[in-house]
């Protein structure tokens, strides 16, 4: 019997090692057959696998966050259609190479929600990695000096999803337009990129100093990209511990206060919640 535990540990079967321990420890399993116990233990060492797997991916992926899709509020108005962002999350536009483009100003949550998507897909078996758009210059910069440069073109090549934060944030050079324009054309119509930027993309071409590149690039990327527009206030200011609370949410009014507020209110004013709602934006291509 020992002799079979060291060569399960030797094959590291671990999770196949712990559920035959606890069949041979608890009494509930033994009027079980040899088959059904069999299968039981299978799916121990199966369900382990995934998970180390999964784990694996997640790591790769240097996510800023590890968030999942009930951490998204979609009440906020920033024109994020909750149906749209779900459909998103199955990856269907991964298995057709398509890439996304979140735009909007400071704050409004592209990268949170990138960070999401990825988390999510990574879930789901798919490779990701994100990174943000002056680090990867950085990154490829640095393996041209220590021999690693193939190695690490090889490898942004294969995840199925590549999230370029903070996108032209900062005007590429003719050396990193260059750069950029590989990643991208290894990638072009056999991988999916996600970019968050605050950017317009009408305004991606000035920021790459060399026309014939900046063409280059946008025709590898506008072409196949869906596009969310968000708008609205800086969620790191909406979920402030200082932002001032509403009037008619300030316990330390007093009920009078309280009345002669509602009182003064028009008829027909529509409810707070109603207004954010009129506020949201159409998203999408």
């Known amino acids: 019997m020992q002799a079979m535990i060291e060569q399960l540990q030797h094959m590291k079967l671990t999770g196949l090692l712990e559920a035959w321990r606890e069949q ?9 057959s040899f088959d059904e116990r069999l299968a039981l233990m299978v799916e121990r ?16 992926a240097r996510l800023p966050v590890h968030a999942t899709l009930d951490a ?3 009440d906020v108005p920033r024109g994020l259609k909750k149906i749209q962002f779900l459909e ?4 269907h536009w991964l298995q057709e190479n398509l890439s996304l483009i979140f735009l909007g100003p400071t704050g409004v949550g592209k990268s949170f929600l990138a960070a999401v998507l990825a988390h999510h897909l990574c879930k789901q078996g798919h490779t990701v990695r994100y990174i943000k758009t002056a680090d990867l210059l950085l990154e490829l910069k640095l393996t041209k000096a220590d021999g690693s440069y193939p190695k690490l073109r ?37 991988a999916s ?9 009408e305004q991606w071409h000035p ?38 609370q509403k009037e008619n949410d300030n316990p330390a009014l007093s009920t009078k206060q309280q009345e002669n507020k509602t009182d003064a209110k028009p008829k027909n004013e529509t409810s707070a919640k109603s207004k954010a709602k009129g506020l949201q934006e159409t998203t999408g291509d």
């Open 193 to 201: 990129c996600l970019f968050a930027t605050q950017i317009p993309v």
């Open 45 to 60: 060492e199966y369900i382990r696998r995934q998970n180390q797997r999964m784990q694996r991916r997640l790591r790769q």
């Open 72 to 74: 998204v509020d979609f």
């Open 24 to 32: 041979q420890a608890l009494p509930t399993y033994h009027d079980l």
């Open 88 to 91: 998103f999350a199955q990856g």
């Open 207 to 244: 920021q790459i100093q060399d026309p014939t590149l900046a063409d280059a690039i946008l025709d590898r990327i506008v072409h196949d990209a869906m596009k969310v527009s968000l708008r609205g206030e800086s969620m790191r200011k909406l979920t402030s511990k200082l932002t001032p």
């Open 154 to 190: 090889k490898q942004l090549a294969a995840y199925d999803l590549l999230v370029l934060d903070e996108w032209l944030r900062d005007p590429l050079s003719l050396y990193e337009a260059r750069e950029i324009l590989d990643v991208l054309d290894e990638r072009f119509r056999k």
